[in-house]
């Protein structure tokens, strides 16, 4: 609950992109900055959050994540004007920031098993998958309210769930620095490959698909794909890790690869039903590595297992963060948006360099 209540945030925004920019009166670039907004508060607390969930206990780390939330939410409510957004959309950040990395450890103290990673993992990709499915379908009643009070009433529920949830136990301070591991930085390459590239494709492939035919409806229903995929593969990454520890760099290797071919069939001047295909197949193909990247970055650190997955998936954000408006101009470019999606499958593809040395 606490890995999809923050991460509905992520892409809710970007879901109705196209409306928001008509009710703001602003361009589809100003309206990226909204989800940059999140994505830099989001980075600047995934280090904080890990520490914090290893010294005071990821359920408290995740109190303070879903009350940023709430608040961040409540600010953006207030009135559509761009800098009101952005600026609710930084308190926000600072919940799904630490919130995610908080969840990942209340996951571990659970059990170490890949599976359980897996799982966690499938609720994050669930949470941003039906925020991109869901938040369209509001729009008509909430109008441009509609991203900030789903995100609100969700984060709610999450606030109830974690209340009746039992304590976690905290691991203590960490021996040695996480900024220089290069075990760890290899595997933050795998995490932004798949799971960075594909929250980017999320907040631009509603758009995409609409200007290549689709209605709004359709392009919200395939585009949700792009990470509804990771609800399945996201756990069967785990199952296969466990059950086959032999078989990580395959799965590896697989996720990767089907990624990159995923993200080139969207840029691709290809039939509607063929584009819907390349999203489904990008949304499942980076699930695969989740369970096995995070699992091997705790076991890498014991004594700072909170903190380690912060430093791989700050990566991610970072590139998260620079890519989502950049790819927003690739609109502005003949092809609209194709150029954006091939560059995605580049990145995806060019990770494959540090498997060997990862897993």
């Known amino acids: 609950m606490l890995g999809a209540g923050v991460t509905w945030n992520v892409s809710n925004v970007g879901a109705v992109a196209d409306p928001l920019a008509e009710a703001y009166g602003a361009s589809l670039a100003v309206i990226g900055l909204f989800t940059t907004a999140l994505f830099l508060t989001h980075l600047l607390s995934q280090l904080p959050g890990g520490r914090g969930a290893d010294r005071i206990g990821a359920r408290n780390v995740g109190f303070f994540a879903v009350a940023a939330v709430l608040v961040g939410n409540a600010i953006c409510l207030l009135t559509p004007e761009p800098g009101v957004a952005i600026a609710g959309r930084l308190v926000v950040g600072i919940g799904s920031g630490a919130g995610f990395v908080a969840g990942a450890d209340y996951a571990r103290s659970a059990s170490t098993s890949p599976l359980v990673q897996g799982l966690y993992g499938g609720a994050t990709m669930a949470g941003g998958g039906l925020a991109i499915a869901v938040v369209p379908q509001l729009e008509d009643g909430l109008g441009w309210r509609a991203p900030y009070w789903s995100a609100l009433a969700i984060a709610l529920v999450v606030g109830i769930v974690l209340a009746v949830s039992p304590r976690d136990a905290r691991v203590g301070r960490s021996r040695a620095g996480i900024l220089a591991d290069r075990q760890l930085l290899r595997l933050a390459v795998v995490q932004t490959a798949t799971f960075g590239l594909s929250v980017v494709a999320a907040n631009w492939v509603v758009s995409l698909l609409t200007r290549h035919g689709a209605d709004r409806a359709t392009a919200a229903a395939l585009g949700a794909l792009v990470l509804l995929g990771g609800i399945v593969t996201r756990p069967l990454g785990g199952l296969i890790v466990r059950r086959e520890p032999r078989l990580t760099q395959a799965t590896v290797t697989v996720g990767l690869v089907a990624t990159s071919l995923g993200m080139l069939v969207l840029a691709l001047p290809l039939p509607l039903a063929a584009l819907g295909l390349g999203a489904g197949v990008a949304g499942l193909a980076a699930g695969l590595p989740f369970a096995a990247v ?48 091939a560059a995605l499958a580049t990145g995806s593809f060019a990770a494959l360099a540090v498997v060997r040395r990862s897993f």
Do not use: E, K, M
Request: aromatic residues 10%.
């Open 294 to 341: 995070f699992t091997r970055a705790q076991r890498l650190r014991p004594d700072a297992p909170g903190a380690a997955v912060a430093f791989v998936n700050l990566w991610a954000v970072l590139t998260i963060l620079i890519l989502v408006p950049l790819v927003g101009l690739s609109f502005s470019l003949p092809g609209d948006g194709r150029i954006g999606f």
